[in-house]
């Protein structure tokens, strides 16, 4: 475990913040070092990685999936364009032999040369086009033309022509070797897995109303609205963040993109899959939660009236809080798609190498889809009741939380989960830095600055509750099961090479 922190080595003087938009800027700085150094294979930039990260988070909104199957796309995709890189690279190690299920991947001829970002593109290419195969066409469009653009920028260089062949051809191998592996995972297995939910007092049921949802334009794919469609009524007073539903309807023969359901339970087989680093999900087991009951002197019944007391008092900036980490499926990259956002300005922020942004991209990753697993698993097996059902059943019928809450069950929280095994992780490679979150400027919410990772992550557990959504011992129980997972995943995939003595 990287208990001191991570080694890398970090600029000396206070960061410099850039801003980064589109390819641009990439593709004149790889160009500039190319007419400075001569060499046939340049030096990866790290801008290919923050690229993509940035990329993600984009496609992830396009396409409406739920938070568990975001986590899913964002891990496998990872993976690939780390394993792309590490073919070339003296200080990272293949994950081959670390993550469950995958033994072995292809390997670098010695007699042959490689450049790292064909390798990782081929790679991406192959992965990409497998898992976003069900995709918009926008979003199948996108990637292409990302992928095109940065390969181009890269052959400009001058990569000689066996080097771009050899490349693509072990990129295209690893790319087919991780679909394989992640094709054992399980989740072709739960797309028609029937649900049934247990009855009783204590257990969840999805009592969101029709009309608390707004179609909304979010992509460039056209909207359909049915004059039919409940959710196309629009009260007064509620064309904010917390009435959002996205109509652009999906062919319902899709099932590895598929539209989240806001009427259905989301994934709720989810726990069964196969982790990524841990070896059971029984590995980070949660606090249990209060003992169910209704009476007004019980812990459980304590937990209703902070949510309770807390929602009908909220500042304008615990308000403000509530939406800055509301990250709704359809609206925003999802939580997850909000943490690949805040690593991608770190890339910039603290002048992070090729390998030190491909590090973080996977260990960060891999952690919160072990996250999801884990917490997924603890919701269905609690099937906790949410507390806007118990407080319109025993304490008040008229109160309404700030945000919608989701379609799943309470316990325990899942942003609170993977944001604490997030920022876990980002703790350990980057130690105590502060830094700033410019991920939703698009919605009009000013840039957060915050000291550390932990208090971003405590933040956005602490949303939870603002939001009305989530019991506090659901916050509580998510970050205890988030930073085990961070922990766990930091101890069990190693990404550098030994040092040399």
């Not at 993600?56 to 396409?63: D, F, P, T, V, W």
Request: glycine content about 8%; charged content about 20%.
């Amino acid at each position: 475990m990287r208990g001191g922190g991570h080694p890398w080595t970090r600029p000396q003087g206070r960061p410099r913040l850039v801003a980064i938009r589109g390819i641009s800027p990439f593709i004149a700085a790889t160009l500039l070092v190319s007419a400075a150094c001569g060499r046939s294979t340049p030096p990866a930039d790290p801008q290919f990685v923050s690229e993509w990260m940035r990329t993600y988070y984009g496609l992830i909104r396009a396409e409406r999936i739920s938070p568990p199957v975001a986590s899913r796309v964002l891990a496998y995709a990872a993976v690939g364009l780390y394993e792309g890189l590490a073919t070339s690279s003296p200080g990272l190690v293949s994950l081959a032999g670390r993550l469950n299920g995958l033994d072995s991947l292809p390997r670098p001829d010695p007699k042959r040369r490689y450049d790292p970002i064909l390798v990782a593109l081929a790679a991406e290419r192959i992965v990409l086009d497998s898992l976003f195969a069900e995709g918009l066409p926008a979003t199948r469009a996108a990637l292409a033309t990302l992928a095109d653009s940065l390969q181009a920028a890269r052959v400009a260089l001058g990569i000689p022509r066996a080097v771009r062949a050899d490349s693509r051809d072990l990129g295209v191998r690893l790319g087919a070797a991780i679909l394989a592996w992640a094709a054992g995972d399980g989740f072709d297995g739960i797309r028609t897995k029937a649900f049934r939910p247990p009855t009783g007092p204590q257990f969840w049921i999805n009592d969101s109303r029709a009309d608390e949802y707004t179609p909304q334009n979010l992509s460039a794919v056209r909207d359909f609205v049915a004059l039919d469609n409940p959710a196309a009524t629009l009260r007064g007073g509620e064309a904010s963040e917390r009435a959002l539903a996205v109509t652009r309807p999906k062919a319902a023969s899709i099932r590895t993109l598929k539209a989240v359901n806001p009427t259905g339970a989301t994934e709720p087989w989810w726990g069964t899959l196969r982790p990524f680093a841990l070896r059971s999900t029984d590995e980070c087991p949660a606090p249990p939660p209060a003992a169910w009951s209704t009476s007004p002197g019980s812990g459980f019944y304590a937990e209703a009236k902070r949510v309770y007391d807390v929602g009908r008092a909220l500042t304008e900036e615990q308000r403000q809080t509530v939406l800055y980490w509301a990250d709704n499926p359809g609206q925003t990259g999802t939580p997850m798609g909000h943490w690949l956002a805040i690593g991608s300005q770190l890339v910039n922020q603290l002048r992070l190498s090729t390998d030190q942004a491909a590090e973080m991209f996977v260990l960060m990753t891999l952690a919160q889809a072990d996250a999801f697993i884990v917490i997924w698993h603890e919701k269905y097996h609690q099937n906790l009741i949410r507390p806007v059902t118990y407080i319109h059943r025993h304490i008040d019928a008229r109160w309404t939380p700030a945000i919608i809450t989701p379609p799943f069950p309470e316990y325990p929280s899942g942003h609170s989960g993977q944001s604490a095994a997030a920022a876990t992780v980002l703790s350990a490679l980057l130690g105590p830095v502060a830094f700033e979150d410019s991920t939703n400027l698009a919605l009009g919410h000013a840039v957060r600055r915050y000291t550390s990772f932990q208090e971003a992550a405590d933040e956005a557990a602490e949303s939870r509750l603002y939001g009305g959504i989530h019991f506090p011992m659901g916050n509580e129980g998510g970050k205890v099961l988030g930073r085990c997972v961070g922990r766990i995943v930091l101890e069990r995939l190693r990404t550098r090479a030994a040092p040399v003595q």
